[in-house]
């Protein structure tokens, strides 16, 4: 399927599915029948799933959509009644455990969730969602670094760049869930080098920066005002730098969850001082908007507007946009 749309521009909006049309339509015939649980509801979300086959990249995109979407419905626990050895059945149920679990902060019945994830991988071995839902687990239980190191080696030994495995790990290390910045810029050194640029997981620094940033600024006083010094750090520039040049290139990035990272990107040069520079990549996203990162500091549609006008107005004045 085409990364993007051949349109020029689209009002900005959230888009949960991203440019996935076939995750976009399950989504909104679900909507219309939100909280039944009943069995069309079922045949659609496993249809979706078993149609992705191998991708288990797009896997992981739409099995987390559709959890977060069906977090508060019927349609997890009616399709586990129905297949209870089957695979995608087990993932997704656990994946919408984890989804209220992330939201409310406490997980309900956590051995149960980790016994399912544990079942189905034994029943679909080459999958790395079942450990992924493991980091997510880890997240919410804090378990020790020597536990979620083992769950790391499992998720990525199936899929070295999982994009959502990466992102699971580095929120277990951040300082907002337990862990601490040094954790998160040693994680971050270590995978730094052996990723390629276009891999799904390639901007597991630039999130971490983003993050880093956001809370600088969160804390006010000098450490806001002082926030945008971080973007001039040799390392952070640099790497910057190299995706404001390649990210946005038609075809670069194939993976789902693409127009997310260009959407951390697109906030990343606004944070530093590198508006005109975004204006490519607004472009690029046809408006398609994603919450975070730019419902920090207000609604996110409104965000993403005032940044998408500010580098449009930095590329007409032929000057950064600061």
Sequence with gaps: MPLFSSRTSRRPRIVP????A?????????SKRSGSGRAQDVALVSSLLEETGGDWDRRSHRTSVLAGAAADTGIAEAWLARQPEHADALVF???VRLARGLRDGHLEDAGQVVSQCH??????????LPWVVLLGVARVERYPQNEVNAIWREATGRDRWHREAYLQMLAY?????GGSSAAVLDFVDVVRTR?????????????????QYQGLVAQ?????????QLWEGTQIAASLEQAAALWAKPGFFQHAGAPADLNVLAYALG?????????????????????????????AVQRFEQHQAKAERGRQGGVGGT
């Design 195 to 211: 990723i390629p640029a276009n891999a799904p997981c390639a901007a597991v620094e630039l999130t971490a920066a983003v993050r």
């Design 271 to 299: 944070a530093a001082g590198r508006a005109a520079d975004a204006h490519h990549v607004f472009q690029t996203l046809q408006g398609m908007v994603t919450p975070w990162p730019w419902n920090v500091d207000g609604p």
């Design 220 to 228: 006010g006083g000098v450490r806001a005002m002082t926030a945008g």
């Design 22 to 30: 076939e995750l976009a339509r399950v989504l909104g015939r679900l």
């Design 93 to 95: 149920h656990a994946w």
């Design 173 to 177: 290390l951040s300082p907002e869930e």
């Design 17 to 20: 599915a991203l440019d996935d």
């Design 119 to 128: 079942r189905a991988a034994e029943l679909s071995p080459a999958d790395p």
